[in-house]
């Protein structure tokens, strides 16, 4: 059951296309001078489709799989079921999703707190504030006292107190204008 959850998921990526939001992070990245990191807790790969380089999957990407039993991690197009043998040690069934699942603990923390500790501009983009550790990024950057945060959000999030900065709306709509105004 669970492998076929996630080859469906896998399956209707092709069926969906990059936002205006996502375009507008790979601009600011092509454009800004300095680096422009995007840590994302969505599975798809929607960011590096919009043109988006340097993103962090903190919870792991649909378009690969995982071998319980060494370890290895393989980018992956198709289906994968309980027969499908690991394509590295050849044991099976020992493949799983490349996701994080509740209780597990999300990927590149130290490389996100890294990225936080040196950031001088935070934007937290349509997310509820409520889901740890990514509802405590902010909390993590206003310790280090130097970085502006801008929360982007359809509504104010259970953080949103914590941010210095709000513009709520749809991304699409309100991330190209903020790119905008920070390469001007």
Not at 77 to 88: F, L, M, R
Request: net charge negative; aromatic share 6%; glycine share 8%.
């Amino acid at each position: 059951l669970v492998q076929r959850f996630y080859n469906l998921r896998r399956a209707q990526l092709s069926t969906v296309e990059p936002n205006l939001a996502h375009k507008a992070l790979a601009r600011l990245q092509q454009e800004l001078r300095g680096d422009v990191t995007i840590v994302t807790q969505n599975v798809d790969d929607l960011h590096e489709r919009g043109g988006a380089s340097d993103v962090i999957h903190m919870h792991g990407e649909l378009k690969k799989i995982r071998c319980r039993a060494c370890s290895s991690v393989f980018d992956w197009q198709g289906d994968c079921t309980q027969e499908t043998a690991c394509p590295s040690c050849a044991r099976a069934p020992a493949l799983r999703p490349h996701i994080v699942w509740f209780g597990e603990m999300p990927f590149h923390m130290e490389l996100i707190g890294e990225k936080l500790e040196a950031c001088d501009l935070f934007i937290s983009v349509g997310t509820s504030g409520n889901v740890y550790p990514a509802a405590g990024f902010v909390a993590n950057v206003q310790a280090i006292g130097r970085a502006h945060t801008i929360e982007v959000n359809l509504e104010p999030s259970e953080g949103a107190s914590m941010f210095s900065e709000h513009r709520h709306g749809k991304a699409g709509e309100l991330l190209p204008i903020i790119v905008e105004e920070l390469l001007n």
